[in-house]
């Protein structure tokens, strides 16, 4: 027994208790290790990647060469085409055929018939057996010549295939190549077919040249970042969208790699999120590209081509990665590298070529000669008497020796050979005048062919010149050259979702549906919390958020932004010293607690608001009876502080105990000027740059609204106001600018004209007479307007000719409801409202922007008789650097930099 266990494998042997089995390492030889190797060589070689030399992949340049064995002039069927490639090609005809359809949808080497399907639509081509294809004309001019072409034996022995195609233009970068291979891959993006030929002149001229993509699906694209198709350049490309009216957009060009089902099914899903809001979309794509989107009414149609670059395919990020094979292994060149290579490779063949032809121009110079030597000297009469073979050689041979001095090279008996295969009617038919023509027609052939050779760059540019004008017809660019602006999603998002907080116990959340509702929001966006201990936080849209109790303030937050100003007062722990300070929040750290305190416990808030322009409020502070103080209530004024950074101390508001802060008054912009603009379509102002630019507003500027009934009024530009469609006047107001009127007055039937100014901005006025027949014929704020009367003509008398009115002369400025001058006693049939007068406005007063106090980094300025006075102490900050507002970085309490989101 023992000694049958001796002889079992030492795997099998039993292992002794207090011994742990041993691990053993089987190393793999042979043709293991390299199996992989050749496969993933094979796969990048043979595949995936093209060749620089012709631009093409193995299955593609085989299509292209059987196509060429096929070519007749007329079609030939796919099929045909595809089973005559398996010859060279051992794949399959799936991958032939799918390779062809991909080649004649570029449209340039491939002169097709029938069904190939859309680059549009993403349709599929017919069946191989119902498609024809034959070579383009194009394709026959730079692409075959088998004199040139090295060759090698297909996969079989069979057949010889090319090693490469001898194409004399830079096809890769004209059709561009895609493929993913073994750990490796290549993105070579379309280029221009008339662009590519221009650069290669340029080159060629020793000229700079930069080449960009161009998409058959054209659209507008961004190539700021092409990095020349190297790894890490990225092209955005963007949908043709345009307005047809005020509820449709219509897409005409999609981005390159989309198609419009999978554009729509793009816009579908972003509605169904929430993210765009639209009605319904038509497609009625065909040879081109239409697209319609109807949207509703009241949603902006600028906003929404945002909302679509933003949130669907209509914009697509393209990373470029050029690699091709060179000399058997892969290479990571940029496309102008590319430009570089083939164009010096069409020089070498084109070089090729002509030293071919003035090859075979000199053979047949050569042969011609010895042919009129032969017959003019009637040296075939020398063979007559010759018996044997090598005597007529001998023969031969002899009578040309007087005759052949001026020949290139010595004649050889292979060029006797031929001189006795000429037969006896073309002698007898022999004429030396013609064969001397010929001779000088060669001669002359030979002498350009040698003079390309000598000027061979020259020649190589009338070639891609000759391509140009021959085949660039209909090949202009087709993708819009542009530069983007970077689109915030939170701008243009469709907020459908609303957002509750319970201050209390410090939950936020779209599913908090029973608390208290706070704004509309979407879940990208992201919400800015404050609470009583002075915690601040920033998270992310969600349906239940805890952020900390006694919630203060919640609100949408808006990254870097800096016009929303933060004013607060607050109280450095229990029973210490308060302090004010005002302050911006631009970027923080998400989900991350700042405390806006000293962090001494029992700090807390005594006031707090959000002012979305930076408005300055004025406050009364009461304190609480202590002592001796005699001052109980004083003011505060917030304009009369500086915008720091959040992480600032402040200044000292009072050491004793405050009672109560009260709001006294509400206050108007410390910040600069912020352009507004209002939007005609969903008739809002915005400060988005969306429709027409109504001017730069402060804190105190108000919107001028005149309505067609007659009412006159002036308002804050706040974003959420919306205008009616009655309103004929929006601009911004000038107290000092009188408003000009002419009315029809329903009580007196009779026309007037009255100007005036806004006597009471902060309500609405009616300035015609309140009678039901009265109606505004025009009104104007123009400074000098002039109106034009026409009369009715009357029966029996002659037309009376127009009046032209200076209204600034006819009536003087008076009160908001003074009655106004009559117009005139004739029968009026129409009033009209010309160019007004010029007229020189007095500038206001110009404030360098050193001594404004809209600057956010203004010195401190106090009223002297205020309690508020004592202590300023903004030096004295938990962060020095946060002293200038956002304009550092703005750093936590260890002086890290705070990561921006």
């Known amino acids: 027994m023992s000694s049958e266990n001796e002889n079992e494998p030492l795997d099998n042997e039993l292992q002794p208790e207090n011994l742990e089995p041993q691990e053993i390492i089987t190393k793999i030889t042979g043709m293991y290790e390299d199996w992989f190797l050749d496969y993933a060589s094979y796969v990048i070689l043979e595949r995936a990647v093209p060749a620089i030399e012709d631009g093409l992949k193995p299955v593609q340049r085989r299509i292209l060469h059987s196509m060429k064995d096929l070519d007749d002039g007329r079609y030939n069927k796919v099929a045909n085409i595809v089973g005559h490639t398996m010859q060279y090609h051992p794949h399959g005809d799936a991958s032939i055929s799918d390779a062809m359809v991909q080649i004649g949808q570029k449209n340039l080497m491939i002169d097709m018939q029938g069904n190939w399907g859309n680059i ?10 119902y498609i024809e294809a ?8 730079v692409v075959y010549n088998p004199k040139i072409t090295e060759w090698q034996s297909s996969y079989d022995g069979r057949k010889r295939e090319p090693v490469n195609l001898p194409i004399k233009f830079p096809l890769l970068l004209a059709q561009g190549a895609e493929g993913i291979a073994v750990g490796l891959s290549t993105k070579i993006l379309p280029h221009n077919f ?5 650069a290669s002149i340029k080159h060629l001229q020793g000229k700079r040249f930069k080449i960009l993509p161009d998409f058959p699906t054209g659209g507008i694209a961004d190539f700021t970042n092409y990095n020349d198709g190297l790894r890490g350049g990225k092209v955005r490309v963007r949908a043709r969208i345009s307005q047809r009216d005020k509820n449709t957009l219509v897409i005409n060009e999609i981005p390159f790699s989309t198609t419009t089902g999978t554009l729509i099914d793009s816009i579908l899903k972003a509605n169904d999120k929430g993210k765009i809001k639209i009605k319904k979309i038509e497609d009625n794509t065909a040879a081109e590209v239409e697209i319609l989107i109807h949207i509703p009414s009241g949603i902006s149609p600028d906003k929404t081509i945002d909302a679509l670059f933003a949130f669907t395919n209509c914009e697509i990020s393209i990373s470029p990665l050029g690699c091709v094979i060179e000399d058997n292994k892969p290479d990571f060149i940029g496309v102008s590298e590319m430009l570089r290579r083939s164009t010096d490779h069409t020089v070498e063949l084109l070089k090729s070529e002509l030293e071919i032809q003035l090859n075979e121009l000199q053979e047949q110079w050569h042969f011609a000669s010895l042919e009129r ?4 000297n009637r040296i075939y009469r020398d063979i007559e008497e010759e018996e044997t073979w090598e005597g007529v050689i001998a023969a031969i ?12 090279r010595a004649v050889t008996e292979e060029d006797i050979v031929r001189l006795t295969e000429i037969r006896i009617k073309r002698i007898s038919k022999f004429d030396i005048d013609k064969a001397q023509q010929k001779i000088d027609a060669l001669e002359a052939d030979i002498a350009q062919v040698k003079h390309h050779l000598e000027h061979l760059i020259e020649y190589a540019i009338d070639h891609f010149k000759r391509l140009r004008k021959t085949y660039g017809k209909d090949k202009e660019r087709k993708t819009e050259i542009s530069l983007f602006d970077d689109i915030e999603a939170t701008k243009v998002v469709i907020r459908n979702t609303k957002l509750y907080v319970n201050r209390t116990e410090g939950f936020v959340g779209t599913s908090l549906r029973r608390d208290e509702y706070v704004a509309d929001c979407s879940d990208i966006d992201d919400i800015i919390c404050f609470t009583r201990e002075g915690k601040m936080t920033v998270t992310k849209v969600d349906a239940k958020t805890f952020v900390g109790k006694d919630i203060i303030h919640v609100a949408i937050f808006k990254k870097k932004d800096k016009r929303t100003i933060y004013n607060m007062i607050y109280q450095d722990g229990r029973g210490g010293t308060t302090y004010v300070k005002r302050f911006a929040v631009s970027g923080v750290t998400r989900d991350r607690e700042y405390d806006l305190t000293q962090g001494k416990k029992g700090s807390k ?3 707090f608001s959000a002012n979305p322009n930076g408005e300055a409020e004025i406050v009364t502070i009461h304190l609480r009876q202590s002592g001796s103080i005699k001052k109980l209530k004083f003011e505060l004024d917030f304009s009369e502080l500086d915008i720091k950074g959040r992480g600032v101390r402040g200044n000292v508001v009072t050491k004793y105990n405050i009672k109560r802060v009260e709001l006294k008054e509400q206050g108007i912009s410390t910040l600069k000027p912020r352009k507004i603009w209002f939007d005609d379509t969903v008739r809002r102002i915005n400060v988005d740059g969306r ?4 001017g730069e507003f402060r804190g105190k500027d108000r919107l001028l609204i005149i309505e067609q009934n007659g009412i006159a009024k002036t308002v804050f530009p706040e974003v959420t106001l919306h205008f ?7 601009e911004k107001w000038n107290p000092k600018k009188p408003i000009s009127a002419i009315y029809w007055d329903g009580e007196k039937e009779k026309y007037y004209v009255k100007r005036f100014l806004i006597e009471h901005p902060e309500r609405e006025e009616h300035f015609i007479s309140e009678h039901p027949k009265s109606f505004l014929e025009i009104v104007s704020t123009d400074y000098r307007p002039v109106a034009e009367v026409v009369y009715n003509k009357l029966r029996g008398k002659d037309q009376k000719p127009n009046d032209e009115i200076n209204l600034e002369e006819f009536i003087a400025v008076k009160g908001i409801k003074a009655h106004g001058n009559r117009l005139t006693t004739e029968k009026v049939k129409q009033i009209n409202l010309l160019d007004p007068l010029p007229y020189e406005e007095e500038l206001p007063e110009v404030i360098p922007e050193e001594e404004s106090t809209t600057e956010l980094n203004n010195p401190l300025q106090l009223k002297k008789d205020s309690t508020f006075t004592e202590g300023n102490t903004s030096e004295n900050t938990k962060n020095p650097s946060d002293s200038d507002g956002d304009d550092t970085p703005e750093l936590d309490g260890n002086g890290e930099q705070i990561t921006l989101f």
């Open 120 to 129: 549009l639509t993403g349709d599929r081509a017919a069946a191989a057996r």
């Open 134 to 141: 034959r070579l383009s004309k194009f394709a026959l001019d």
């Open 194 to 198: 008339i662009e590519l030929i221009e």
């Open 373 to 376: 030597i032969f017959i003019e």
């Open 397 to 408: 041979d002899k009578g040309l020796q007087p005759h052949i001095k001026h020949l290139k």
């Open 605 to 607: 808030i005594h006031y």
């Open 691 to 694: 429709g027409d630019l109504l």
């Open 724 to 730: 009616s469609s009655d309103m004929v006047v929006l």
